[in-house]
């Protein structure tokens, strides 16, 4: 399954490109990509878990970005 969301709250290219990278880590997402120009996130994930991958996802962005605010779009 696919999500988008849209992120706010990046300070750089280099930082969105380090929480892609963490976030593809997560077990159970297939693909991640953050484009910093048009603050959008997406996500293919495990559809059977995405509660699991949901909270998992949030608690990356909160540790690395701490002022990062997701929504889903």
Do not use: H, W
């Amino acid at each position: 399954m696919k999500s988008k969301f849209k992120i706010k709250g990046l300070d750089c290219a280099n930082c969105a490109s380090q929480l892609e990278r963490l976030i593809q880590k997560i077990d159970g997402i297939e693909n991640a990509s953050i484009s910093f120009m048009t603050e959008r996130m997406e996500i293919e994930y495990d559809e059977t878990r995405k509660e699991e991958i949901m909270q998992k996802l949030k608690k990356v962005i909160k540790k690395e970005e701490p002022d990062v605010i997701i929504e889903e779009i």
